[in-house]
């Protein structure tokens, strides 16, 4: 760049060294003779002051290091679209003589070679091109009229992101000459926007992602540009300090993903001005220093009418310390999947595996927790647990195992408002399943075993206690006396409330003990005790008797 620069210079982008600015003043700064830029780095640490010298000011920084001057010739303007894409894509220019050896041009780097194959061919053949990636190439703007729309007329998907890129308006120049642009990153772009809603022009008819993340922009701009995006499905705004300021009315409402990841000024109350979004699906709320929500238009047990086609929903790295919060997202009609890692709630806790059964205790439709899915038998598992952990608190608060009588007051239910529907699903919590846990004495490690033969029912019941660590050859072996029936012909299985059907324990492990043989098959299930052992004889039909005992 020569020393004949104009005015024109100032606003624009820059990148010197790698580091990228914005030119913000152009001339003499005395007593150094010579043309000067003074530019504002977007890495403050890379100035040495805020736009002064010796007193006078000649432009202003955010930050009190964010400025320089800087000589032209020091100073990279980039390049136009055009030229950025031939550098990245095009072939020399000669034709293919098969057989020959060909230069090909990559970067900026020649390659010789012998035949093409097929990705480079396409690349090389720019009207063919579907999808580039010009990250960090210094694009500049449109470059000469037609010249896109000419060359790369099929264009569906660019990535512009990090260049010098200085207006929006250049990025309308730029799309406008690409009628089937589906996909446009800008991220880490530093543009002005327009001041006011633009006229309708069909730029942007068929774009449908649209990733303006650390760019600088606001929720007003953000609305603007979105008005000329009538098809647009995903949003992406991470890191952008946005507060949501106003509702989307007649913009955002083909939207089905939006990410706000990481803009530490959105609290839940300006989430409310977009909880009438009617197609949005996926909602990324990662790092924003969410601590709290609530749907002031359902009660206990009801649906929200916000938020009507929310499914996934991404909370990871935020402030959620309260239950309650996991309580009002059981309100959505439609999520069943969500991400909560890395907040004080999940993180402070000893047992991960147990808040994980309370959070898929407490939301009932969820089908995916933190990218892992809950089956089926989990789900049964994380709902009896948690009713019989919250089954002291829900007695003493009202509770009772007889309906008429069970009145829980309105302390416990906001508390846990899944807790009545989970005693209909599965029963009411019996007093044996809600003892307190005893010292560590031989007396309170003992099973009480209560068993009766199935095809004899006028048989008196036999209850014994025994050690939890007894072996089932040995359980076996005093069947065999009580009930006289030889060992050979004996089958142990059990029954418990979490198992859909009677489950046998395996023959090949005799030595195994009555706790370790249950954990067996009830591990995925976590945290609830065998109730119930039955034996079968398999010289009679039918449905065997329960050998049963309660912790």
Known sequence: ???????????????????????????????????????????????KHDGSHEGTVYFKCRHPTGGSFIRPNKVNFGVDFLTAIKNRYALEDEPEEEGKEQIVTIGNKPVETIGFDSVVKQQSQLSKLQEVSLRNCAV????????????CPNLRSIDLSKNLLSSWDEVVDIADQLKHLEVLNLSENKLKFPSSSPSPTGTFSALKVLVLNRIGITWTEVLRCASECPVLEKLYLESNSVVISE????VLQTVKLLDLSSNQLIDENQLFLIAYLPRLEQLILSDIGLSSIHFPDAGIGCKTSMFPSLQYLVLNDNRISQWSFFNELDKLQSLHTLSCARNPLTESSKDAQTTRQFII?????????????????ERRGAELDYRKAFGNEWKKAGGHQDPDKNRPNEEF???????QSLCLKYGAPEDGELK???????KNQLLTLKIKHPNQLDQKVIEKRLPESMTIQKV??????????????????YESPKVDHKQPFEKHRPRASLVAQWLRICLPMQGTRVRALVWEDPTCRGATGPMSHNC
């Not at 703007?141 to 729309?149: H, L, N, Q, S």
């Not at 509702?247 to 007649?250: A, F, G, K, S, W």
């Not at 239910?413 to 807790?419: D, G, K």
């Open 413 to 419: 239910l906001a508390a846990h408002p899944r807790y």
């Open 247 to 250: 509702r989307p009315t007649d």
């Open 361 to 377: 205790a407490r939301i009932g439709q969820l089908r995916t927790l933190n990218k892992c899915a809950i089956q089926r038998e």
């Open 1 to 47: 760049m020569n020393d004949t620069l104009t005015s024109d210079v100032v606003g624009r982008r820059v990148e010197v060294n790698g580091e990228h600015a914005t030119v913000r003043f152009s001339g003499v700064v005395p007593p150094m003779a010579g043309l000067w830029l003074g530019v504002e780095w977007d890495n403050p640490e890379r100035g």
């Open 140 to 151: 500049n703007g449109p470059g000469d009229k037609g010249g896109i729309a000419k060359a």
């Open 436 to 442: 307190v846990q005893q010292p560590f004495l031989l």
């Open 476 to 493: 076996k072996g005093l069947l065999s006396r009580l009930l006289k029936v030889p060992v050979s012909e004996l089958l142990l299985s």
